[in-house]
């Protein structure tokens, strides 16, 4: 559904003239809750480098009516579907790793979905794109490092 509604929306855009812009945020790019080509496409995400919480406030301040900031976020991909995080917990988490340049293999696990989404505007000091580029392909794990340097088994293998 995520693929068929950005379809869509690059028809509209093809036909009138414009660009696609990007809604996806900092925690969602994080923790890789979004489509590939669906609602991860776009050319430019001005929301990238802002946690879910941070949108929220930005909303706020802005038109958007309060029966939408009320309402559970969803990909609305189902009927009564939420999303499954509890984003004030895990925003704060995650922006923490991101800030302090720590590897994590959630944010590893998920960098092939971040290289092939749109240009993200920095505002914070660490943001993804150009503020934390990390290898798509490369093996490397600190946990594999260290049990090595241990002898133990690796358990990732």
Known sequence: QARLRMAILMAYVNRYGGTLINTSNKTELSLGYGTLYGDLAGTLSPLGDLTKPQVYQLARRTVIPAFILERAPSAELRPEQVD??????????????????????????????R????????VSPAAFGSGRLMPVTNGYR????????????DPAR
């Open 115 to 122: 290289r092939q989404g749109p240009i993200v505007l920095k």
């Open 84 to 113: 499954p995080f509890d984003y004030a917990r895990v925003a704060p988490r995650v922006e923490a790793t991101i800030a302090e340049g720590r590897v994590d293999p959630g944010l590893e696990r998920h960098q092939l979905k």
């Open 142 to 153: 600190p946990a594999r490092l260290a049990n090595n340097a241990t002898g133990e088994s």
